[in-house]
């Protein structure tokens, strides 16, 4: 017998609608593949995907989408937006695909796709470089940018230098012009992330990839290794890259390892 959750906030608080930003590549010969789903992190809009993730998934025959979450991007103002809503913004997207969609999360973009999973069937799940926050969160951001994290435990924006989000090998004029496009999200948002409330269970149990990498300066090996472990799984690691994976030098390799999962394990 299926359990059914009844959410009261949910019919008690509805979300209020804003404008989505939803960018896409479509593949030239489609093969039935399911759409992926982009989300990106606090801060970062659709394009940090449509710089090279959406029209390479898409040349593997890939329908590829990213969305920026409310207040982020092109996507509408929401200076008071929870995970709740953004998470329904994911939800909402996904829904309007033609096909059950895999959601890709990035950064703290993998907690809303973690809260977003236990309201959508998705296809599969990948949490890339996953933030899924708590004090320990906090304090390994403290340690490593005071300057840049004080400000937001006072409902301030958090700011992250580009040598927090990627390798030596990216060049410093590409890593400081991605750093500079970054934006915010809402201090409710934040405050929640810190607080750090465990997903719900996914509908339907979709099959799910954790991947990060061992440098990256914004998530701690444990921390990656701690939420992998939440899954039943190991991460799959790529040395040597940063924090934003999709925008540093090598970027190639974990999308293509993504992708590869997905044919052996769900294209049929």
Do not use: C
Not at 96 to 125: D, E, F
Not at 166 to 188: Q, V, W
């Amino acid at each position: 017998m299926k359990t059914r959750v009844v959410r009261v906030t949910d019919w008690t608080r509805p979300v209020p609608p804003v404008f989505r930003e939803v960018r896409a590549a479509t593949p030239e010969a489609p093969e039935g593949k399911p759409p992926l789903l982009f989300v990106p992190g606090f801060g970062h809009g659709a394009w940090v995907f449509a710089e090279h993730w959406l029209e390479h998934a898409a040349s593997r025959a890939f329908p590829a989408h990213a969305v920026s979450l409310r207040g982020h991007g092109g996507s509408g103002p929401a200076p008071k937006a929870t995970l709740r809503a953004y998470a329904h913004d994911v939800v909402q997207v996904a829904a309007s695909l033609p096909r059950q969609a895999v959601l890709v999360g990035h950064g703290a973009g993998a907690l809303v796709v973690a809260h977003a999973l236990a309201r959508y069937p998705a296809r599969a799940g990948v949490l890339v470089a996953p933030v899924f926050g708590g004090w320990g969160t906090l304090g390994a951001a403290l340690r490593r940018n005071p300057v840049g994290t004080l400000p937001a435990v006072f409902g301030g924006a958090l700011r992250l230098n580009h040598r927090q989000l990627f390798s030596r090998e990216l060049p410093d004029a590409a890593a400081r012009d991605y750093a500079s496009r970054l934006g915010r999200a809402s201090s409710r948002a934040q405050w929640q992330l810190l607080r750090h409330q465990a997903p719900e269970r996914a509908v339907g149990n979709p099959p799910l990839l954790v991947l990060g990498s061992p440098d990256d300066r914004v998530v701690p090996p444990a921390a990656l290794t701690r939420t992998a472990g939440r899954y039943g799984a190991a991460p799959l690691l790529f040395p040597g890259m940063g924090h934003d994976m999709m925008l540093d030098a090598r970027w190639r390799e974990p999308i293509d390892a993504i992708l590869d999962w997905l044919d052996k394990d769900l294209v049929r």
